[in-house]
């Protein structure tokens, strides 16, 4: 296939909706975007295939940056083949690319499972492997939510090393506690390797959020969870992310993790494109069979996972198109929705390629219907129906 044109489609470009439009792509590319005037203009040869989208949505690919499992298969497996399994599995729901997200672990697993994101990346039949976040094990002991404390480590420069030469310069984020002794020089470290760090598992002061900010930390992983609160003495890491304009944060709208008037309020503090939709789904999201393991623990779902042995939350059974669905119900609009799952992800992990439908951005798309459900996901021009790629000519 040489080429394929949407068009009848209200495009939602990252920029705003553009609504009976059409867009061209190429190969793996956007070629052109235009309006359905033009298209009846333009002259079309066999190479290329015409989707109607009737009316539907077309957005950018929406981007899990903290995932670590889906349908039976996570990161704590240290398989290529589950990674694989997981980018199968997240294009049914719309997502055209994702970092995979390691625990806190021994030294020994977290390099099995970092090498085994690496094997895996440039294999996928599915969403495209961005790269990988760590998250950990430089937190902190007082925040673990369910993170191991027995896996937490101390900074490590030399560690930090095995972890990178290991990932072959994959390594795209990374979850740390600010506070923690020997932070400054490893963010020096990171920030040599464009590494983004992230505060998160932290039980940071306000004045170690803001020594964090000068070291270049100025994202937050699960904004609210495993966090030191805040409090009108100490605004701590949760007052760090309302007073700062510079600190963009993740949030998981599952209705659990955070309170959906939260998220209302959160976005009457901080600018759009400064919040962050993600999953933090585990191995069990979207799996029937039990038992359900996380993280190799026992779990169960009750809107979100809770460990069995002490009914902590353990992270979300969400999709990225369910957090697209429920930021929605809550009152946005769509187009901001997209923003915080696609556009605003894009950018803050500096994949500059991603997140927008304009000329010489990937053709990473969604056909989404009215009811937000996802018809046709494209990667880089390949298109998938159901999670199948198939042939439209």
Known sequence: ????????????????????CALMIKGNKIID??????FLQKKFDDTTTIIDAKGAYVVPGLIDTHIHGIGGFGTEDKSAKSILKMSEILVKYGVTSFIPTLYTKSKEDMLL??????????????????????????ISKERLGVQKQEDVASVDLS??????QASQGHIINMTVAPELKGMRELALYCIGRNIILQAGHTNATYEQMVEGM???ILHVTHLFNAMSRMHHRDPGTVGAVFIHPELSCEIIADGIHINPEIIK??????????????TDSLKPTKQHKKPLMANNEEVYFKGCFYR???????????????????IVSYGFHLDQAIHMASTNPARIMKQEHLGIIAPGYDADIVILNHKLDVLYTVIQGKIYHKGRQICMS
Do not use: W
């Open 308 to 326: 069995k042995s002490d009914d902590a939350i353990a992270g979300s059974g969400l999709t990225m198109i369910d957090s697209v669905k429920n």
């Open 113 to 138: 499972s970092i090498r085994a994101i690496v094997e895996a990346m440039g294999h996928e039949k599915g969403a495209r492997i961005l790269g990988m976040h760590l998250e950990g094990p430089f």
């Open 33 to 38: 975007v235009f309006n359905e005037r033009r």
């Open 214 to 216: 000068q070291a270049r």
């Open 265 to 278: 309020f959160l976005l009457t503090c901080k600018s759009l494109d400064k919040v962050v939709l993600v």
């Open 1 to 20: 296939m040489d080429s394929v044109c949407i068009h009848n489609a209200n495009i939602i470009n990252g920029f705003t909706t553009m609504k009976n």
């Open 159 to 164: 560690l930090m090393e095995e972890f990178y």
